[in-house]
């Protein structure tokens, strides 16, 4: 059972790794394709890229028994509630990618990824919607989090950069997109929802693609690489090693693994970009990446906690 955890944890620090790094590849991407053609290209592969994994997953799925046991009314239900999962999901998916990646234009790689990363303290607040308590912790952690945000962000005479704006504007969908999916993922199969969900993303980037951009063939076969790295290995490959990792993990302790994506944003851009921190900007990141643990920490301590008192509760 340890060595799962430890493979699972292993797993989602990969995974942190390679979406870490897909900052680097879309800020490269950006500068050569725009950002609804780019976005188009990118998910269409990573849908592309599942189908295989589908189509085995399908064939072993139907051999079992409680699939068998299912009548066809159930077998209609399940795929009416997989294509809305995936559908909604896509939906909030195309928003903050676009956005994501046009403010890319105008950020750095790193501070994209630390802004980006704000998503795990949105989720928390926006629950506060759906009459569900926050801890003080996590309070806590919005206000440090706000602060980091500040000093890496807003500039002499209280400016902002349009790019930053953009990309917190993305954290905020994200966070839409992770309740989406923590509704519908219990109850659907995760890689044929997020299938549906990267070719949602795909017709809705290329509709917005005609009616803004001028694709050309020769910008798409100049961008192959960053397109292909974010289309099978963050996309594809980044999400089934995250439906991996988090089936050993707890989700408090995977999405703490899977928050070191700023950082690694923040080193791959420093060593492939070129890019660089005032001593502000890093203060802010750093601030920014304390509130992130300190928001999971507090979460991670009650699942313990609770635990401990169950066993107890147990023994009794």
Request: proline share 2%; aromatic share 12%; hydrophobic share 55%.
């Amino acid at each position: 059972m340890a060595n799962r955890k430890w493979q699972g944890s292993f797993i989602l620090f990969l995974t942190a790794f390679i979406w870490g790094a897909a900052f680097v590849a879309q800020k490269i991407g950006i500068v050569i394709v725009d950002a609804f053609t780019f976005s188009a290209a990118r998910f269409f592969i990573s849908g592309i890229a599942l189908l295989p994994i589908i189509f085995i997953g399908v064939k072993k799925d139907k051999l079992s028994e409680r699939h068998m046991a299912l009548t066809a009314f159930e077998i209609k239900r399940q795929r009416k509630t997989l294509f809305a999962g995936g559908v909604l999901c896509g939906i909030f998916l195309a928003v903050a990618a676009n956005l994501q990646q046009m403010g890319m234009a105008d950020t750095t790689a790193g501070k994209a990824g630390f802004i980006t990363a704000l998503y795990i303290i949105f989720v928390p607040i926006i629950t506060v919607f759906v009459k569900k308590k926050v801890s003080v912790t996590v309070w806590i952690s919005v206000a440090i989090a706000l602060i980091g945000l500040y000093l890496l962000c807003v500039k002499e005479g209280l400016s902002v950069n349009r790019g930053d704006v953009l990309v917190l504007l993305s954290a905020l969908c994200f966070s839409f997109h992770i309740l989406i999916i923590d509704k519908y993922s219990p109850i659907t199969n995760g890689v044929q929802m997020s299938c549906i969900q990267f070719f949602v993303v795909s017709a809705i980037s290329a509709i917005f693609m005609l009616l803004f951009e001028k694709p050309t063939f020769h910008a798409l076969l100049s961008g192959w690489a960053p397109i292909l790295y974010l289309g099978v290995v963050s996309g594809a490959a980044g999400y089934t090693l995250q439906i991996i990792g988090q089936k050993n993990t707890e989700p408090t302790t995977a999405s703490l693994i899977m928050s070191m994506e700023a950082v690694f944003a923040a080193i791959t851009g420093v060593l492939f970009l070129s890019e660089s921190f005032s001593v502000k900007e890093i203060t802010g990141c750093l601030l920014m990446f304390a509130a992130i643990i300190l928001s999971q920490v507090s979460a991670t301590k009650k699942t313990f906690f609770r635990r401990i008192l169950a066993k107890n509760n147990k023994n009794i």
